[in-house]
T-cell receptor
């Protein structure tokens, strides 16, 4: 079983829809990252959070430490939001193994 | 706008050839990671440097892969000889970790644009 599981793997929605991408993890973490990867490959860090909720523009990330679960929401989705969204977790205690990544959620927003 | 610079962006080579990928981390960052991304495995850690010293390269096939930081502004990942199964996108990421601490994941990493390698 992967330590970081994302759902759904693929999501196609219409412009304007409210989008939710989920991430569950099975290990203790120091922080959880949401990353965005557009076609063409570059990876951009969207959020890093260890509790509660963060908001940036139309993007909202939440985390529930007790349930080991995080969600990424996109409000008023737009075709330019089409990308792969990757959840990654970091370990507490100074583990020297970088981040552990989910397999990503492929999001397509149709006009 | 500080960024991590990777070269080449694309590389097509024949099996058996040597491939060298380069990464210029953000000035002042003291941690550098090399990741490999494939459709099947997603993102996997290959190597991790702190203050130019390799701390973890357990994810890297040692017989053909090598990673170095000749200086603080350059990290290299070399594959010799390359094989078709090495075809992937290779990402470099850098971050800043305070002295006396280890990377815990609660540090922001900045990723480069990646080097797409195709080995024929």
């Amino acid at each position: 079983k992967n330590e970081v599981e994302q759902s759904p793997q693929n999501l196609t929605a219409q412009e304007g829809e409210f989008i939710t991408i989920n991430c569950s993890y099975s290990v203790g973490i120091s922080a959880l990252h949401w990353l965005q990867q557009h076609p063409g490959g570059g990876i951009v860090s969207l959020f890093m959070l260890s509790s509660g909720k963060k908001k940036h523009g139309r993007l909202i990330a939440t985390i529930n430490i007790q349930e080991k679960h995080s969600s990424l929401h996109i409000t008023a989705s737009h075709p330019r939001d089409s990308a792969v969204y990757i959840c990654a977790v970091g370990r507490p205690g100074g583990g020297a193994d970088g981040l552990t990544f989910g397999k990503g959620t492929h999001l397509i927003i149709q006009p | 706008d500080a960024r991590v610079t990777q070269t080449p962006r694309h590389k097509v080579t024949e099996m058996g050839q040597e491939v060298t990928m380069r990464c210029q981390p953000i000035l002042g960052h003291n941690t550098v990671f090399w990741y490999r991304q494939t459709m099947m495995q997603g993102l996997e850690l290959l190597a991790y440097f702190r203050n130019r010293a390799p701390l973890d390269d357990s994810g890297m096939p040692k017989d053909r892969f090598s990673a170095e930081m000749p200086d603080a502004t350059l990290a290299t990942l070399k594959i010799q000889p390359s094989e078709p199964r090495d075809s992937a996108v290779y990402f470099c990421a850098s971050g800043l970790v305070r002295d006396g601490e280890n990377f815990s994941g609660a540090n922001v990493l900045t990723f480069g644009a990646g080097s797409r390698l195709t080995v024929l």
